[in-house]
């Protein structure tokens, strides 16, 4: 059975920092480019930072200098480092494995002025 799961979020104080984890399971993700994507109440889902198999970075243009996503590819798991957060950050994070049909259930990450 594939799994997706997301861990890490929680409530921080603006400035603060967050780390998130992707643990996949169940498949061999290591070929497929994945991102880090969010979603804030009364919005969207957006993009927030994408990585290459190979490690190439993508990041939106709010996020960037201040969010760091990487990948270890031998234990199928991504992490987003998130720094100087910010109050529009608020959101739930959800990893994604592009092609793949898996979507975990999100973490909720709150941060507060």
């Known amino acids: 059975q594939v799994q997706v799961v997301e861990s890490g979020g929680g409530l921080m104080q603006t400035g603060g920092s967050l780390r998130l984890s992707c643990a996949a399971s169940g498949s061999r993700f290591s070929d497929n480019a994945m991102g880090w994507y969010r979603q804030a109440p009364g919005k969207q889902r957006e993009l927030v930072a994408s990585i290459s198999s190979a490690g190439s970075t993508y990041y939106t243009g709010s996020v960037k200098g201040r969010f760091t996503i990487s990948r270890d590819n031998g234990n199928n798991t991504a992490y987003l480092q998130m720094d100087s957060l910010k109050p529009e950050d608020t959101a739930v994070y959800y990893c994604?494995?592009?092609?793949?049909?898996?979507w975990g259930q999100g973490t909720q990450v709150t941060v507060s002025s």
């Open positions: 994604h494995y592009f092609s793949r049909p898996y």
